[in-house]
């Protein structure tokens, strides 16, 4: 359920790095080369004097990773993120990825957004 009273966003982090680098290593054991896994991770964003944690107007394709208070990093050790944009789209202007190339989803209105990553085992 949604997380209640203070969050301490540095051990959340931690526990959630722990607990997706655990489930790719599982993945790894079972999946054949090139096949891809779909993962989405929360997103925490930065916040400054002025604004609440998504003030409205933010756009979520217009995050980078310095917009990031943390950034979700587990070990990808046997995985390459990859671009989810299918090549005929990949230059269309209005398809905002992060730099990692992945996509952030997320309503005005959340505390916690979502990236969505496309892994491919190597």
């Known amino acids: 359920g949604p997380q209640r009273g203070k969050v301490k966003i540095n051990e959340v982090v931690r526990e959630l790095n722990n607990l997706y680098s655990q489930s790719l290593a599982e993945f790894a054991k079972i ?3 090139n096949k891809r896994v779909v993962m989405v991770w929360p997103v925490f964003r930065k916040l400054s004097l002025h604004q609440s944690a998504f003030s409205p107007g933010l756009d979520p394709g217009n995050l980078t990773n310095t917009d990031l208070e943390k950034n979700i990093n587990p070990n990808l050790d046997n995985f390459k993120i990859i671009n989810p944009i299918p ?3 990949q230059q269309d202007k209005r398809i905002k ?3 990692r190339n992945t996509i952030i989803y997320g309503r005005n209105q959340q505390k916690v957004w979502r ?3 496309v892994l491919k085992k190597i």
Do not use: C
């Open 31 to 33: 999946l054949k080369p």
């Open 97 to 99: 990825l992060t730099d």
């Open 87 to 89: 090549k005929n789209l």
């Open 115 to 117: 990236e969505i990553v």
